[in-house]
Protein backbone atom coordinates (compact mmCIF):
# COMPACT_ATOMS: atom_id res chain seq x y z
CA UNK A 1 0.00 0.00 0.00
CA UNK A 2 1.05 3.33 -1.04
CA UNK A 3 1.08 4.96 2.70
CA UNK A 4 4.39 6.99 3.38
CA UNK A 5 6.84 6.19 5.51
CA UNK A 6 7.88 8.39 8.52
CA UNK A 7 9.72 8.85 11.34
CA UNK A 8 7.06 8.54 13.90
CA UNK A 9 5.43 5.20 14.82
CA UNK A 10 2.47 3.91 12.59
CA UNK A 11 -1.08 2.72 13.71
CA UNK A 12 -2.91 0.91 11.76
CA UNK A 13 -6.80 0.85 12.64
CA UNK A 14 -9.15 -1.65 10.82
CA UNK A 15 -12.36 -0.87 11.30
CA UNK A 16 -14.50 2.82 10.78
CA UNK A 17 -17.11 1.44 13.05
CA UNK A 18 -17.96 3.16 16.56
CA UNK A 19 -14.95 1.63 18.50
CA UNK A 20 -12.53 2.54 15.33
CA UNK A 21 -13.94 6.15 14.77
CA UNK A 22 -13.95 6.98 19.00
CA UNK A 23 -10.51 5.59 19.11
CA UNK A 24 -8.61 7.80 16.19
CA UNK A 25 -10.60 10.88 17.02
CA UNK A 26 -8.99 10.80 19.96
CA UNK A 27 -5.26 10.14 18.81
CA UNK A 28 -5.47 13.87 17.25
CA UNK A 29 -2.94 15.08 19.66
CA UNK A 30 -0.33 11.74 19.71
CA UNK A 31 2.76 11.49 18.02
CA UNK A 32 2.27 8.95 15.51
CA UNK A 33 1.00 8.32 11.77
CA UNK A 34 -2.89 7.00 12.05
CA UNK A 35 -3.75 4.80 9.00
CA UNK A 36 -7.72 3.78 8.86
CA UNK A 37 -8.88 0.90 6.93
CA UNK A 38 -13.14 0.12 5.86
CA UNK A 39 -14.16 -1.82 3.36
CA UNK A 40 -16.72 1.19 2.94
CA UNK A 41 -15.71 5.17 3.20
CA UNK A 42 -18.39 5.61 5.51
CA UNK A 43 -19.26 5.39 8.99
CA UNK A 44 -22.39 3.39 9.48
CA UNK A 45 -24.98 3.86 12.26
CA UNK A 46 -26.32 0.66 12.78
CA UNK A 47 -29.34 1.55 15.64
CA UNK A 48 -31.14 3.33 12.79
CA UNK A 49 -30.66 0.73 9.84
CA UNK A 50 -33.94 -0.62 10.77
CA UNK A 51 -35.58 3.28 9.33
CA UNK A 52 -33.83 2.80 6.18
CA UNK A 53 -35.50 -0.70 6.05
CA UNK A 54 -38.96 0.48 6.69
CA UNK A 55 -38.60 3.70 4.53
CA UNK A 56 -38.79 6.23 7.56
CA UNK A 57 -34.97 7.22 6.55
CA UNK A 58 -32.65 7.67 3.72
CA UNK A 59 -29.51 5.90 4.06
CA UNK A 60 -27.02 8.97 4.13
CA UNK A 61 -28.86 10.20 7.57
CA UNK A 62 -27.27 7.41 8.75
CA UNK A 63 -24.16 6.90 7.16
CA UNK A 64 -21.15 10.16 7.46
CA UNK A 65 -17.36 9.93 5.50
CA UNK A 66 -14.96 8.94 7.33
CA UNK A 67 -12.33 11.04 5.95
CA UNK A 68 -15.13 13.83 6.97
CA UNK A 69 -15.28 12.30 10.40
CA UNK A 70 -11.59 12.42 11.33
CA UNK A 71 -10.54 15.72 8.99
CA UNK A 72 -8.76 17.24 11.98
CA UNK A 73 -6.20 14.41 12.55
CA UNK A 74 -3.06 15.72 10.54
CA UNK A 75 -1.13 12.44 9.87
CA UNK A 76 -3.50 10.49 9.33
CA UNK A 77 -4.51 8.47 6.18
CA UNK A 78 -7.51 6.68 5.32
CA UNK A 79 -7.83 3.64 2.56
CA UNK A 80 -10.78 2.13 1.05
CA UNK A 81 -10.04 -1.79 1.67
CA UNK A 82 -10.52 -5.04 3.15
CA UNK A 83 -8.04 -6.86 5.24
CA UNK A 84 -7.76 -10.43 4.48
CA UNK A 85 -4.71 -11.43 6.45
CA UNK A 86 -2.60 -10.72 9.23
CA UNK A 87 1.40 -11.48 9.70
CA UNK A 88 1.52 -11.03 13.26
CA UNK A 89 5.57 -11.92 12.82
CA UNK A 90 6.18 -9.57 9.83
CA UNK A 91 3.76 -7.43 11.88
CA UNK A 92 1.81 -6.76 8.52
CA UNK A 93 -1.64 -6.59 6.67
CA UNK A 94 -2.27 -8.02 4.15
CA UNK A 95 -5.49 -6.09 2.12
CA UNK A 96 -6.79 -6.10 -1.55
CA UNK A 97 -4.75 -3.33 -2.20
CA UNK A 98 -1.60 -4.77 -0.55
CA UNK A 99 0.67 -5.17 2.06
CA UNK A 100 0.88 -2.40 4.94
CA UNK A 101 3.42 -3.04 7.87
CA UNK A 102 2.38 -1.84 11.72
CA UNK A 103 4.02 -0.38 15.04
CA UNK A 104 0.61 -1.22 16.42
CA UNK A 105 -2.51 -3.03 15.39
CA UNK A 106 -5.78 -1.87 16.79
CA UNK A 107 -8.52 -4.38 15.26
CA UNK A 108 -12.36 -2.91 15.60
CA UNK A 109 -13.85 -5.08 12.55
CA UNK A 110 -16.97 -5.57 14.79
CA UNK A 111 -19.14 -8.51 14.05
CA UNK A 112 -21.24 -10.43 10.66
CA UNK A 113 -24.32 -12.05 9.87
CA UNK A 114 -24.48 -15.18 11.99
CA UNK A 115 -26.84 -18.20 10.02
CA UNK A 116 -25.44 -20.98 11.97
CA UNK A 117 -24.33 -22.88 9.51
CA UNK A 118 -28.12 -23.11 7.59
CA UNK A 119 -27.57 -22.55 3.81
CA UNK A 120 -31.11 -21.65 2.70
CA UNK A 121 -31.28 -19.06 5.30
CA UNK A 122 -28.16 -17.53 4.57
CA UNK A 123 -29.15 -17.72 0.86
CA UNK A 124 -33.01 -16.96 0.88
CA UNK A 125 -33.49 -14.89 4.25
CA UNK A 126 -32.61 -10.67 4.16
CA UNK A 127 -29.51 -9.88 6.67
CA UNK A 128 -29.40 -6.31 8.05
CA UNK A 129 -26.18 -5.13 8.92
CA UNK A 130 -24.86 -2.97 6.42
CA UNK A 131 -26.77 0.32 4.64
CA UNK A 132 -26.68 -1.83 1.15
CA UNK A 133 -29.11 -4.40 2.85
CA UNK A 134 -30.89 -2.55 4.56
CA UNK A 135 -31.56 -0.40 1.24
CA UNK A 136 -32.53 -4.57 -0.19
CA UNK A 137 -34.98 -5.10 2.69
CA UNK A 138 -36.58 -1.63 1.68
CA UNK A 139 -36.56 -2.33 -1.91
CA UNK A 140 -38.02 -5.60 -1.27
CA UNK A 141 -41.11 -4.84 0.66
CA UNK A 142 -41.63 -1.89 -1.91
CA UNK A 143 -41.11 -4.42 -4.79
CA UNK A 144 -43.69 -7.19 -3.65
CA UNK A 145 -46.22 -4.81 -2.49
CA UNK A 146 -46.54 -3.71 -5.79
CA UNK A 147 -46.57 -7.32 -7.30
CA UNK A 148 -49.16 -8.16 -4.40
CA UNK A 149 -51.49 -4.98 -5.67
CA UNK A 150 -51.37 -6.57 -8.97
CA UNK A 151 -51.77 -10.32 -7.89
CA UNK A 152 -55.04 -11.97 -7.79
CA UNK A 153 -54.63 -15.35 -6.42
CA UNK A 154 -54.81 -14.88 -2.60
CA UNK A 155 -52.24 -17.60 -1.74
CA UNK A 156 -49.69 -15.48 -3.50
CA UNK A 157 -50.74 -12.35 -2.57
CA UNK A 158 -51.10 -13.31 1.11
CA UNK A 159 -47.05 -14.44 0.84
CA UNK A 160 -46.17 -11.64 -0.73
CA UNK A 161 -47.82 -9.32 2.46
CA UNK A 162 -46.31 -11.61 5.00
CA UNK A 163 -43.06 -10.44 6.71
CA UNK A 164 -41.16 -12.75 9.34
CA UNK A 165 -39.02 -11.21 11.59
CA UNK A 166 -36.62 -14.16 13.32
CA UNK A 167 -34.96 -12.77 16.29
CA UNK A 168 -36.59 -10.54 18.53
CA UNK A 169 -33.67 -8.52 20.18
CA UNK A 170 -33.74 -5.00 19.70
CA UNK A 171 -33.51 -4.92 15.88
CA UNK A 172 -36.20 -7.37 15.64
CA UNK A 173 -38.63 -5.61 17.94
CA UNK A 174 -37.87 -2.26 16.50
CA UNK A 175 -38.07 -3.64 13.18
CA UNK A 176 -41.75 -5.36 14.11
CA UNK A 177 -42.94 -2.16 15.29
CA UNK A 178 -41.72 -0.34 12.29
CA UNK A 179 -43.66 -2.44 9.34
CA UNK A 180 -46.61 -2.38 12.36
CA UNK A 181 -46.82 1.73 11.73
CA UNK A 182 -46.31 1.37 7.83
CA UNK A 183 -49.18 -0.84 7.98
CA UNK A 184 -51.01 0.77 10.12
CA UNK A 185 -51.08 4.58 8.51
CA UNK A 186 -49.09 4.43 5.37
CA UNK A 187 -49.83 1.60 2.93
CA UNK A 188 -53.70 2.17 3.19
CA UNK A 189 -53.12 5.22 1.85
CA UNK A 190 -50.45 3.67 -0.87
CA UNK A 191 -52.18 0.89 -1.68
CA UNK A 192 -55.83 1.70 -1.93
CA UNK A 193 -57.10 -0.70 -3.84
CA UNK A 194 -55.28 -3.73 -2.00
CA UNK A 195 -56.18 -5.31 1.23
CA UNK A 196 -53.61 -4.48 3.60
CA UNK A 197 -55.36 -5.79 6.27
CA UNK A 198 -54.26 -9.11 4.84
CA UNK A 199 -50.49 -8.15 5.76
CA UNK A 200 -49.50 -9.60 8.43
CA UNK A 201 -46.39 -9.49 10.71
CA UNK A 202 -44.47 -12.19 12.70
CA UNK A 203 -41.93 -12.18 15.09
CA UNK A 204 -40.17 -15.30 15.95
CA UNK A 205 -37.89 -15.96 19.16
CA UNK A 206 -36.04 -19.05 20.24
CA UNK A 207 -35.85 -18.04 23.63
CA UNK A 208 -38.77 -17.55 26.07
CA UNK A 209 -39.21 -13.67 26.17
CA UNK A 210 -38.43 -10.64 23.70
CA UNK A 211 -35.65 -8.62 24.29
CA UNK A 212 -34.15 -11.46 26.17
CA UNK A 213 -30.96 -8.69 26.90
CA UNK A 214 -33.72 -6.14 28.63
CA UNK A 215 -35.51 -6.51 31.90
CA UNK A 216 -38.47 -8.79 32.12
CA UNK A 217 -40.94 -5.74 32.66
CA UNK A 218 -39.30 -4.42 30.02
CA UNK A 219 -39.56 -7.74 27.81
CA UNK A 220 -43.40 -7.60 29.05
CA UNK A 221 -44.50 -3.87 27.90
CA UNK A 222 -42.68 -4.44 24.52
CA UNK A 223 -44.26 -7.99 24.12
CA UNK A 224 -47.65 -5.78 24.51
CA UNK A 225 -47.13 -2.71 22.76
CA UNK A 226 -46.09 -5.12 19.87
CA UNK A 227 -49.55 -7.18 20.13
CA UNK A 228 -51.67 -3.92 20.35
CA UNK A 229 -49.97 -2.88 17.08
CA UNK A 230 -50.93 -6.10 15.37
CA UNK A 231 -47.45 -8.36 15.77
CA UNK A 232 -47.80 -11.69 16.10
CA UNK A 233 -45.01 -12.73 18.39
CA UNK A 234 -43.56 -16.75 18.86
CA UNK A 235 -41.47 -17.48 21.80
CA UNK A 236 -40.01 -20.50 21.80
CA UNK A 237 -40.08 -21.08 18.27
CA UNK A 238 -36.73 -22.40 16.50
CA UNK A 239 -36.90 -21.24 12.94
CA UNK A 240 -35.33 -24.42 10.86
CA UNK A 241 -35.36 -23.14 7.34
CA UNK A 242 -36.51 -21.19 4.19
CA UNK A 243 -36.47 -21.94 0.69
CA UNK A 244 -37.89 -18.45 -0.64
CA UNK A 245 -41.21 -19.05 -0.58
CA UNK A 246 -41.67 -21.53 2.67
CA UNK A 247 -40.43 -20.74 6.18
CA UNK A 248 -39.87 -24.25 8.14
CA UNK A 249 -39.81 -24.06 11.59
CA UNK A 250 -38.73 -26.31 14.09
CA UNK A 251 -42.39 -27.53 15.60
CA UNK A 252 -43.16 -28.94 12.39
CA UNK A 253 -45.17 -26.27 11.08
CA UNK A 254 -44.74 -23.86 8.41
CA UNK A 255 -45.75 -20.57 6.82
CA UNK A 256 -45.97 -19.21 3.05
CA UNK A 257 -43.59 -16.08 3.24
CA UNK A 258 -41.94 -13.75 0.20
CA UNK A 259 -39.73 -11.59 3.10
CA UNK A 260 -38.26 -13.30 5.90
CA UNK A 261 -35.51 -10.85 7.80
CA UNK A 262 -32.82 -12.43 9.55
CA UNK A 263 -31.97 -11.22 12.63
CA UNK A 264 -31.58 -13.96 14.59
CA UNK A 265 -27.50 -13.35 15.74
CA UNK A 266 -24.12 -12.20 14.50
CA UNK A 267 -20.48 -13.89 15.07
CA UNK A 268 -17.04 -11.77 14.87
CA UNK A 269 -15.62 -10.50 12.12
CA UNK A 270 -12.61 -11.89 12.83
CA UNK A 271 -9.34 -11.58 10.43
CA UNK A 272 -7.53 -14.96 9.44
CA UNK A 273 -3.71 -14.57 10.93
CA UNK A 274 -4.67 -15.55 14.71
CA UNK A 275 -4.46 -18.90 15.75
CA UNK A 276 -8.24 -20.14 16.83
CA UNK A 277 -7.13 -20.12 20.51
CA UNK A 278 -6.99 -16.42 20.14
CA UNK A 279 -10.46 -16.44 19.74
CA UNK A 280 -13.44 -17.22 21.88
CA UNK A 281 -15.12 -20.81 20.18
CA UNK A 282 -19.16 -19.99 18.57
CA UNK A 283 -18.50 -15.81 19.77
CA UNK A 284 -15.35 -15.48 16.96
CA UNK A 285 -13.91 -12.83 19.54
CA UNK A 286 -10.30 -11.68 20.17
CA UNK A 287 -9.32 -12.63 23.88
CA UNK A 288 -8.03 -9.70 24.97
CA UNK A 289 -6.89 -8.49 28.88
CA UNK A 290 -7.79 -5.26 30.88
CA UNK A 291 -6.32 -3.13 28.23
CA UNK A 292 -7.72 -4.39 25.09
CA UNK A 293 -4.24 -6.18 24.65
CA UNK A 294 -4.84 -9.36 22.26
CA UNK A 295 -3.76 -12.44 24.41
CA UNK A 296 -0.38 -12.54 23.65
CA UNK A 297 0.70 -9.53 21.69
CA UNK A 298 1.71 -6.11 23.07
CA UNK A 299 1.51 -4.38 20.08
CA UNK A 300 -1.88 -5.70 18.91
CA UNK A 301 -5.27 -4.42 20.45
CA UNK A 302 -8.67 -5.19 19.71
CA UNK A 303 -11.95 -3.06 20.86
CA UNK A 304 -15.78 -3.07 20.30
CA UNK A 305 -17.44 -5.86 19.26
CA UNK A 306 -14.95 -8.23 18.34
CA UNK A 307 -13.16 -7.80 21.87
CA UNK A 308 -13.70 -10.13 24.15
CA UNK A 309 -12.63 -8.82 27.93
CA UNK A 310 -13.41 -11.23 30.75
CA UNK A 311 -14.18 -9.36 33.97
CA UNK A 312 -16.34 -9.09 37.29
CA UNK A 313 -18.94 -7.68 36.27
CA UNK A 314 -19.12 -9.17 33.08
CA UNK A 315 -17.76 -12.74 33.40
CA UNK A 316 -19.33 -13.31 29.54
CA UNK A 317 -17.40 -9.92 28.46
CA UNK A 318 -19.25 -6.86 27.25
CA UNK A 319 -22.38 -6.69 25.82
CA UNK A 320 -22.26 -6.14 21.98
CA UNK A 321 -23.91 -2.52 21.65
CA UNK A 322 -22.19 0.60 20.77
CA UNK A 323 -21.54 2.38 24.05
CA UNK A 324 -18.61 -0.65 25.07
CA UNK A 325 -17.22 -0.20 21.76
CA UNK A 326 -16.86 3.90 22.25
CA UNK A 327 -15.24 3.49 25.65
CA UNK A 328 -13.03 1.37 24.66
CA UNK A 329 -11.70 3.27 21.75
CA UNK A 330 -11.48 6.59 23.99
CA UNK A 331 -9.90 4.66 26.82
CA UNK A 332 -7.37 2.89 24.19
CA UNK A 333 -6.52 5.86 23.08
CA UNK A 334 -5.62 7.11 26.64
CA UNK A 335 -3.64 3.93 26.90
CA UNK A 336 -1.64 4.47 23.63
CA UNK A 337 -0.40 7.93 25.02
CA UNK A 338 0.39 6.10 28.22
CA UNK A 339 2.54 3.81 26.20
CA UNK A 340 4.50 5.80 23.88
CA UNK A 341 5.52 7.84 27.37
CA UNK A 342 6.39 4.69 29.20
CA UNK A 343 3.67 4.84 31.33
CA UNK A 344 2.11 1.77 32.67
CA UNK A 345 -1.49 0.87 30.95
CA UNK A 346 -4.89 1.53 33.14
CA UNK A 347 -7.49 -1.13 32.80
CA UNK A 348 -10.98 -0.63 31.34
CA UNK A 349 -14.14 -0.11 33.36
CA UNK A 350 -17.49 -0.13 31.84
CA UNK A 351 -19.66 2.42 32.56
CA UNK A 352 -23.55 0.93 31.63
CA UNK A 353 -25.48 3.73 30.41
CA UNK A 354 -28.47 1.52 30.04
CA UNK A 355 -30.34 0.26 27.26
CA UNK A 356 -33.38 1.01 25.05
CA UNK A 357 -35.57 -0.17 22.50
CA UNK A 358 -38.51 1.59 20.74
CA UNK A 359 -41.49 -0.30 19.16
CA UNK A 360 -43.70 1.65 16.99
CA UNK A 361 -44.70 5.59 17.39
CA UNK A 362 -44.72 7.19 21.32
CA UNK A 363 -43.70 3.70 22.87
CA UNK A 364 -40.50 2.36 23.35
CA UNK A 365 -38.92 0.66 26.75
CA UNK A 366 -35.48 1.66 28.80
CA UNK A 367 -33.73 0.10 31.22
CA UNK A 368 -31.79 2.52 32.78
CA UNK A 369 -29.61 1.45 36.15
CA UNK A 370 -32.42 0.50 38.33
CA UNK A 371 -35.68 2.23 36.61
CA UNK A 372 -37.49 0.23 34.26
CA UNK A 373 -40.09 2.53 32.72
CA UNK A 374 -41.72 2.36 29.39
CA UNK A 375 -44.54 4.33 27.14
CA UNK A 376 -43.96 8.04 25.80
CA UNK A 377 -41.30 8.99 28.37
CA UNK A 378 -39.04 6.38 27.48
CA UNK A 379 -39.65 6.67 23.56
CA UNK A 380 -38.77 10.36 24.41
CA UNK A 381 -35.69 9.67 25.90
CA UNK A 382 -35.08 7.05 22.88
CA UNK A 383 -35.28 9.98 20.64
CA UNK A 384 -32.42 12.44 22.33
CA UNK A 385 -30.57 9.58 22.80
CA UNK A 386 -30.14 8.44 19.44
CA UNK A 387 -29.99 12.19 17.84
CA UNK A 388 -26.99 12.71 20.28
CA UNK A 389 -24.99 9.58 19.70
CA UNK A 390 -25.49 10.13 15.33
CA UNK A 391 -22.13 11.10 13.79
CA UNK A 392 -22.60 14.22 11.83
CA UNK A 393 -24.36 17.85 12.39
CA UNK A 394 -26.17 17.45 8.93
CA UNK A 395 -27.04 13.89 10.24
CA UNK A 396 -28.33 15.34 13.13
CA UNK A 397 -30.09 17.65 11.51
CA UNK A 398 -31.63 15.70 8.68
CA UNK A 399 -33.11 12.94 11.11
CA UNK A 400 -34.67 15.26 13.61
CA UNK A 401 -36.35 16.70 10.55
CA UNK A 402 -37.60 13.79 9.08
CA UNK A 403 -39.12 12.53 12.39
CA UNK A 404 -40.77 15.71 13.16
CA UNK A 405 -42.06 15.02 9.38
CA UNK A 406 -43.12 11.40 9.67
CA UNK A 407 -44.37 12.06 13.19
CA UNK A 408 -46.99 14.85 12.17
CA UNK A 409 -47.95 13.75 8.87
CA UNK A 410 -47.91 10.13 9.66
CA UNK A 411 -45.92 9.13 6.59
CA UNK A 412 -42.72 7.52 5.96
CA UNK A 413 -41.09 9.49 2.81
CA UNK A 414 -38.43 7.65 1.34
CA UNK A 415 -40.69 4.49 -0.08
CA UNK A 416 -38.94 4.63 -2.80
CA UNK A 417 -37.20 1.24 -5.20
CA UNK A 418 -33.85 3.46 -6.41
CA UNK A 419 -32.15 -0.13 -6.80
CA UNK A 420 -34.63 -3.05 -7.35
CA UNK A 421 -33.84 -6.19 -5.47
CA UNK A 422 -33.11 -9.34 -7.41
CA UNK A 423 -31.99 -12.48 -5.56
CA UNK A 424 -28.69 -13.84 -6.34
CA UNK A 425 -29.15 -17.16 -8.17
C1 LIG B 1 -29.31 -3.64 12.97
C2 LIG B 1 -28.50 -3.31 14.20
C3 LIG B 1 -29.07 -2.56 15.21
C4 LIG B 1 -28.35 -2.22 16.34
N1 LIG B 1 -28.93 -1.46 17.30
C5 LIG B 1 -28.21 -1.05 18.37
C6 LIG B 1 -28.78 -0.18 19.34
O1 LIG B 1 -29.94 0.22 19.25
N2 LIG B 1 -27.98 0.22 20.37
C7 LIG B 1 -26.69 -0.19 20.50
O2 LIG B 1 -25.99 0.23 21.43
N3 LIG B 1 -26.14 -1.05 19.61
C8 LIG B 1 -26.86 -1.48 18.55
N4 LIG B 1 -26.30 -2.33 17.63
C9 LIG B 1 -24.96 -2.84 17.87
C10 LIG B 1 -23.89 -1.81 17.53
O3 LIG B 1 -24.14 -1.28 16.25
C11 LIG B 1 -22.52 -2.47 17.60
O4 LIG B 1 -22.34 -2.96 18.91
C12 LIG B 1 -21.43 -1.49 17.27
O5 LIG B 1 -21.55 -1.07 15.92
C13 LIG B 1 -20.05 -2.12 17.49
O6 LIG B 1 -19.05 -1.22 17.10
P1 LIG B 1 -17.68 -1.77 16.49
O7 LIG B 1 -16.82 -0.57 16.28
O8 LIG B 1 -17.16 -2.86 17.34
O9 LIG B 1 -18.07 -2.43 15.10
P2 LIG B 1 -18.86 -1.82 13.86
O10 LIG B 1 -19.56 -0.57 14.21
O11 LIG B 1 -19.67 -2.96 13.32
O12 LIG B 1 -17.72 -1.45 12.82
C14 LIG B 1 -16.89 -2.41 12.23
C15 LIG B 1 -16.29 -1.80 10.97
O13 LIG B 1 -15.26 -2.66 10.51
C16 LIG B 1 -15.31 -2.78 9.10
N5 LIG B 1 -14.69 -4.06 8.75
C17 LIG B 1 -15.00 -5.29 9.23
N6 LIG B 1 -14.16 -6.21 8.74
C18 LIG B 1 -13.30 -5.56 7.92
C19 LIG B 1 -12.22 -5.99 7.11
N7 LIG B 1 -11.82 -7.27 7.07
N8 LIG B 1 -11.58 -5.07 6.36
C20 LIG B 1 -11.95 -3.74 6.39
N9 LIG B 1 -12.97 -3.29 7.16
C21 LIG B 1 -13.64 -4.20 7.91
C22 LIG B 1 -16.80 -2.70 8.78
O14 LIG B 1 -17.00 -2.25 7.45
C23 LIG B 1 -17.28 -1.68 9.83
O15 LIG B 1 -17.25 -0.37 9.32
C24 LIG B 1 -27.02 -2.68 16.48
C25 LIG B 1 -26.44 -3.45 15.47
C26 LIG B 1 -27.17 -3.76 14.32
C27 LIG B 1 -26.54 -4.58 13.23
Same mark, same amino acid.
Given at each position: ?????????????????????????????????????????????????????????????????????? &???????? *????????????????????????????????????? %???? $?? @???? =?? =?????????? *????????????????????????????????????????????????????????????? =????????????????? @????????? %??????????????????????????????????????????????????????????????????????????????????????????? &?????????????????????????????????????? $?????????????????????? %???????????????? $?? *????????????????????????????????
Amino acid at each position: MNVPQTDTKRIVIIGGGFGGISLAKKLRKLDAQVVLIDRHNYHTFQPLLYQVSTSGLEPDSIAYPIRKVL &KRLTNFHF *RLASVEKIDTKRKEIQTDMGLLAYDYLVLATGTKTNF %FGNL $GI @EKHA =MP =MKTVPQALDI *RSLMLQNFETADDCEKEVERKALLTFCIVGAGPTGVELAGAFAELKRHVFPKDYRHLNVSE =MEIHLFEGGERVLAPMS @ESSSKKAAL %FLENLGVTIHVNTIVQDYDGAILKLKNGQTMRTKNVIWAAGVTGAAIEGFETTKLVEKLNRYKVNGFNQVEGFHEIFAIGDIAYMETLDYP &KGHPQVAQPAIQQGEHLAKNLSLLYQGKDLKPFLYYDK $GTLATIGRNRAVADIGKFKFGG %FFAWFIWIFVHLAALV $GF *RNKVVVLFNWAYNYINYDKAARLIVRPFHRKV
